[in-house]
């Protein structure tokens, strides 16, 4: 409340509203921090709703990126466009599902017209961040919208491959709502291929649960080399014996005639 007295009085002695912080408008930066008092006097004093920053994002992609759904709410019941886009192609959904905020993609999801599967200019929908971040709840939200599972970004990858790559828990889930456990990408790598390749404990976990459901070990990519090829030539110990206690051969040939020895 006293915040919100303060900023009534700069507005009464002529406070431009429409300023910008470090080029993020004001009302962005209310939207953002979750004021609904102070987004309230903002809206209320004739602040732009179309303001953005110098990415292209308005207030509801602050709000939403932030999970303030109250403030979300109140846009959207004033006729803020709920797809809205960055200069990226991103839009308030794909911002609240990297975040994972379920309620927020809850309440986008239920405005009529939203496209769940908007795609920025990588090709990823919300569910490709969602996927990254390892937000289960989300996805399982944004797949009852209608969000595509098997959807490719421009690399050709799926929200599984990325997923596999941050060695998030959501890798079972993925392949249980349909995803092909070896869909290649532009380059013939399968989701194994991108969990193998960080060597992280965590990510060496998702080897091994993909391996559990029947992921192929020795594709090879379009160079003709396999995960292993790869993990050894990087000297990542860990996934070479992790690969390697999993079965996977070492005598696969490359184009080169180079095996991982």
Known sequence: MRYERAVELLVEHGAQINSKDRDCPLLCRAAESGHEGIFKLLIDNAANLDVADEHERKALSYAAGAGQDEIVKLLLGIGVDCDQKAKTGRTPLSYAAQNGHARVVATLCAQKGVDAESKDDYGQTPLFHAATGGHENVIELLIE?????????????????????????????????????DSRDAYGRTPLWYAARSGNNEDNEAVKMLIGIDAKMDLKDKDGRTQLSHSAENGDNEAVKTLFDMGAKIDVEDKDGRTPL
């Open 145 to 181: 919208n209608e969000a595509n599972p098997e959807m490719k970004d421009i690399y050709g990858r799926t929200p599984l491959s990325h997923a596999a790559q941050h060695g998030t828990a959501v890798v079972q889930l993925l392949v249980e709502k349909g995803v092909c456990v």
